[in-house]
């Protein structure tokens, strides 16, 4: 049972334009959500969070939003650059010790 | 400088030996995890630790066994058990329950 899914392996857009990640989560009792970075070889790095009592929350060139009615939440990177190229995790937390990671998206920014 | 590190980086192993992975951290966090990373599945929670002398199993535990004698090592054993060891696995600490810190990862193959 995936709680918590990427539907798209792989993203590619342009140097400067936006990057829309997308993540579904099924498990009402999720409460908060995090988005983590990785390139090959390495560990992931922690990108940007929320919290289930809002909607959006934003860090520079990235912002996160949250839609509780359709369990979904979404990561844009404006304007994207080629060293955001990685592959993105999101993860959600239900108030336990773990956290629950989707598949990933692969992200291609082409200069 | 604080972090985690993990050893070694790749790691080889024959068929039906048991290897162990390290994992350290001086972050002074309590919490303490495990993840297997394979294409195209995300990162799957193998075992944590929450203190030391105590740990539970993830989603993936069957082939695995961890110890937490010391609250900065968490090693994994890759037992002989395990039906598919070839991954990358990553380990990860917090301090509290939801931004996780990961370390840079080893690459096992078994051959």
């Known amino acids: 049972d995936q709680q918590v899914k990427q539907n798209s392996p792989s993203l590619s857009v342009q140097e400067g334009r936006i990057s829309i990640l997308n993540c579904d989560y099924t498990n009402s009792m999720f409460d908060y959500f995090l988005w983590y970075k990785k390139y090959p070889a390495e560990g992931p790095t922690f990108l940007i969070s929320?919290?289930?009592?809002?909607d959006k929350n934003e860090d520079g060139r990235f912002t996160v939003f949250l839609n509780k009615s359709a369990k979904h939440l979404s990561l844009h990177i404006v304007p994207s650059q080629p060293g955001d190229s990685a592959v993105y995790f999101c993860a959600a937390s239900d108030r336990g010790s773990r956290l629950t990671f989707g598949e990933g998206t692969q992200l291609t920014v082409n200069p | 400088d604080g972090g985690i590190t993990q050893s070694p980086k790749y790691l080889f192993r024959k068929e039906g030996q048991n290897v162990t992975l390290s994992c350290e951290q001086n972050l002074n966090h309590d919490a303490m995890y495990w993840y297997r990373q394979d294409p195209g599945q995300g990162l799957r929670l193998i075992y944590y630790s929450q203190i030391v002398n105590d740990f539970q199993k993830g989603d993936i535990a069957e082939g695995y066994s961890v110890s937490r004698e010391k609250k900065e090592s968490f090693p994994l054993t890759v037992t002989s058990a395990q039906k598919n060891p070839t991954a990358f696995y990553l380990c990860?600490?917090?301090?509290?329950?939801?931004?996780?810190?990961f370390g840079p990862g080893t690459r096992l193959t078994v051959l």
């Open positions: 990860a600490s917090t301090i509290d329950r939801d931004r996780q810190f």
């Open positions: 929320i919290s289930s009592i809002k």
